[in-house]
């Protein structure tokens, strides 16, 4: 069972990342899908969910400005992040959720400059 997150890196103010997290070892589309973010010293910060039936929710300060999405067949989600503010550096996590089962993945950073 894992979780393997990608696309972070570095990128300007106003720049775009695409990331992923691909799912092993699990039934994927009975998963509801989440990304967090964390900066040190912080507490993990809910970004965005998408559930097994493709709701989607994401939290205001990236309202309009990111997307999750997933695709069941490839047992991926997806965070398309448009418009990044340096506000927005953090380690980006991903989750799978099914009932009490709580899968996490191991984080890529996000490094915006300004």
């Known amino acids: 069972v894992q979780l393997q997150a990608s696309g972070g890196g570095l990128v300007q103010a106003g720049g775009s990342l695409r990331l992923s997290c691909v799912a092993s070892?699990?039934?994927?589309?009975?998963?509801?899908m989440y990304w967090f973010r964390q900066v040190p010293g912080k507490q993990r910060e809910l970004v965005a969910v998408?559930?097994?039936?493709?709701?989607?929710n994401v939290a205001d300060s990236v309202q309009g400005r990111f997307t999750i999405s997933r695709d069941n067949a490839k047992k991926a989600v997806y965070l398309r992040m448009n418009s990044l503010k340096p506000e927005d550096t953090a380690v980006y996590y991903c989750?799978?959720?099914?009932?009490?089962?709580?899968?996490w993945g191991q984080g890529t950073q996000v490094t915006v400059s300004s």
């Open positions: 989750k799978a959720t099914s009932g009490t089962m709580n899968i």
């Open positions: 070892g699990i039934i994927f589309s009975a998963y509801d």
């Open positions: 998408i559930t097994s039936g493709s709701r989607t």
